[in-house]
């Protein structure tokens, strides 16, 4: 671990040196040594084929050859490789059901056990426990019962989703219970529409990705060429476009009305177009709405946005002397996709991991629960197998473990996804406050690559604040997703409790995710002053405060208006590529539900939107904390009487004190 000096420092004192917050760097080292323990187990002893495929009650996986014994049991460690589908005993208690693996769904509803034994000759599926031969079974009165060894009566029509099998009557169900919109998105069948539209418009998808990419240039590109104009432009646009966009959607949705009259008598067109039909008057609403709300936003921030060419300029200029931080949202995805793979398949392999020594709670018969008697009696009784034979009794008994250790691995998970997710955007954001302050205070003196000189400095010298900064911002965020968890879990239940406890967690989930928006705009700025000076995270995050403080007035501003033009920016590249995208979507026969392709296109360009233009707010951000540092740290002598975001804070600049200067000499002369 080396030293570095800060970028500037007082007239009268020496440049500061020193590494910032290296334990804090040393415990992120150690919770991810520990965590890769974490992995290495669940890669180890985990099988994630379990939750795709599914398992039965006695830990057999379906649709596998060999399966590992899990439980001193005849029917656990059996072949079920032409077994392939999960089968419940009893679909009304799918937690404490006996679960099989079976060759095929039953395909239709059956309500005796001879349509179970004509089932089993006509397809060789049986869905009767395995050790059960329905060529020589008769009816008893145990033989049908939630923990087996045949289905309760009567067994619903299935087919296999996820290879379980799914009734349809739920599906049915489900309809009489969902009503209008919800109760679209809900049946299955219009499931199988959106995926199958969604894969057939993947070329128009494409497209429209590569629209809003350019559409989001064009933005930053009139952000750079027009920063006088820019705030006009971008009013002006925005209003056409979503005035345009939400015209589309009525005419859409009146076209669609009308195609579904003139074509009444077609069942099939019409079940489609009323899908359409419906989804696009929603979308018509909601696009009035917002249309409105941006209306009235643009007409009462009109006169208010004129100063902000100082700002846009001196952004602007900052940009495109250091081009590279374009790169710096797509580098950033590409390593979330990545921890988030890497997260997801060590949350399926620990879900899925047979730990050593320590027995499958939910993988036991109806969840770890004795089994009785009377059902191997059941069984024996229905084969009519002879009663003076010695039968050998397997009796399950409920298994009870709480190893911390294993608890402790989901805790670790949650950790992780949150700790690792803010560490990877703090270094982003750490990257480019220091690429910005490096540019800004070194000038024409300043590195070939601002970026690469930023990201540099952050691998020797600043990774444990980041790991402070992000570690600060996991100890609000933990604690609101387990209150918000449990006020979900709360809210679902048939009791729903107590009303206080219900206000007191959200009055606490309200706090925390304040406090959470707090920590994290305080944190940017923090990571400006560290690059700046290289002093540790508290006492940047001090100086952040009391800088933030001192110029409220103009940091209200730029996070108000500023943020706004931006955040109007992001809308024009929404609505112009989703004008396209429904252009283009029309003109394919192939598609009949298109709505769905419409809302995702229109999803990933103000994403993409997002990742582009968000960078203007960062480093807007970073320049006028960088002007307001250097103000406070060389007075006068400082770099900030050159620059244009001086003027926001009512302080005179090297151009204006010149304009003065002139005015004055134009007047004694004439």
């Known amino acids: 671990m080396g030293c570095t000096q800060s970028e500037i420092s007082p007239q009268n004192e020496t440049p500061k040196k020193g590494c910032t917050d290296v334990l804090w760097l040393v415990i992120y080292v150690i919770f991810w040594i520990a965590m890769i323990f974490v992995a290495a187990i669940s890669f180890v002893y985990g099988n994630p084929q379990r939750l795709i ?21 005849p029917l656990a460690g059996i072949s079920t490789a032409d077994k392939s589908y999960l089968f419940f005993m009893d679909v009304k208690q799918l937690r404490r059901s006996l679960k099989i693996c079976v060759k095929e769904c039953p395909n239709k509803k059956m309500e005796t056990l001879t349509d179970i034994q004509n089932f089993y000759k006509q397809t060789g599926s049986s869905l009767c426990r395995y050790d059960i031969n329905l060529n020589t079974t008769t009816n008893t ?26 009734p349809k009557s739920a599906k049915d169900v489900a309809q009489k219970v969902f009503t ?9 069948d219009t499931i199988e529409q959106m995926l199958s539209d969604l894969y057939n418009s993947w070329k128009e998808m494409i497209i429209c990705v590569i629209i809003a990419f350019i559409c989001s240039l064009i933005m930053v590109s009139i952000l750079h060429l027009l920063a006088t104009l820019v705030s006009w432009i971008f009013m002006i646009i925005v209003s056409i476009a979503s005035v345009a966009g939400t015209a589309l959607l009525w005419y859409t949705y009146h076209e669609l009305r009308t195609k579904q009259r003139d074509f009444s008598d077609t069942t099939a067109f019409l079940a489609e177009s009323f899908k359409n039909e419906k989804a696009f008057l929603w979308y018509s609403i909601i696009a009035t709405i917002i249309t409105v709300i941006l209306l009235l936003l643009v007409w009462v921030m009109r006169s208010r946005v004129s100063f902000l060419a100082a700002l846009f300029k001196e ?10 931080l374009f790169l710096q949202p797509i580098i950033t995805f590409f390593f979330l996709v990545l921890f988030f793979a890497f997260w997801s398949s060590v949350v399926v392999c620990l879900a899925t991991a047979n730990y050593p020594g320590i027995p499958y709670k939910t993988n036991f018969f109806i969840n770890g629960t004795q089994l009785p008697d009377h059902v191997d009696s059941a069984a024996i009784q229905a084969q009519k197998i002879n009663s003076s034979a010695s039968f050998k009794s397997y009796i399950l008994d409920p298994i009870e473990f709480n190893p911390m250790w294993v608890r402790s691995m989901w805790w670790m998970c949650l950790i992780c996804l949150v700790w690792g997710s803010e560490f990877i955007l703090g270094c982003q954001q750490m990257t480019i406050a220091g690429a910005v302050s490096h540019w800004y205070f070194r000038g024409p003196h300043s590195d070939s690559s601002p970026v690469l000189y930023s990201v540099g400095k952050l691998l020797k010298y600043h990774l444990g604040s980041v790991a402070k900064g992000s570690f600060l911002i996991t100890l609000f965020k933990v604690p609101r997703l387990i209150l918000t968890y449990l006020h979900a879990k709360l809210s679902s239940r048939a009791e729903k409790g107590s009303e206080c406890a219900k206000c007191g967690l959200k009055c606490g989930i309200c706090c925390f995710y304040c406090l959470e928006k707090f920590i994290r705009y305080l944190n940017h700025n923090a990571y400006t002053i560290i690059t700046i000076e290289r002093c540790h995270f508290c006492k940047a995050a001090a100086k952040a405060f009391s800088v933030i403080v001192n110029n409220a007035l103009q940091v209200a501003t730029i996070n108000s208006v500023g943020d706004f033009i931006l955040f109007l920016g992001k809308c024009i590249v929404t609505a112009i590529t989703g004008i396209i995208g429904l252009l283009l979507l029309k003109r394919n026969s192939d598609l009949h539900f298109f709505a769905v392709p419409t809302l995702v296109i229109c999803i990933y360009s103000f994403f993409i939107a997002h990742c582009i233009l968000s960078l203007y707010e960062m480093v807007v951000d970073s320049l006028f904390l960088c002007v307001c540092e250097d103000r406070n740290m060389n007075g006068d002598n400082g770099k900030w009487k050159n620059s244009r975001l001086a003027e926001l804070g009512g302080h005179k600049t090297n151009r204006q004190e010149q304009n003065a200067a002139e005015l004055e000499d134009l007047q004694e002369k004439y």
């Open 53 to 73: 495929n599914g398992y039965d009650s006695f830990g057999n996986t379906c649709g596998v050859k060999n399966n590992k014994k899990l439980i001193n049991f």
């Open 141 to 166: 009165g145990d033989l049908n019962n939630f923990i087996g060894p045949c289905p309760v009566l009567p067994v619903y029509e299935s087919f296999p989703l996820l290879n379980r099998c799914f």
């Open 180 to 188: 209008d919109f919800y109760d679209l998105l809900n049946s299955w």
């Open 315 to 324: 952004t602007a200029h900052c940009l495109g002397s250091i081009p590279a």
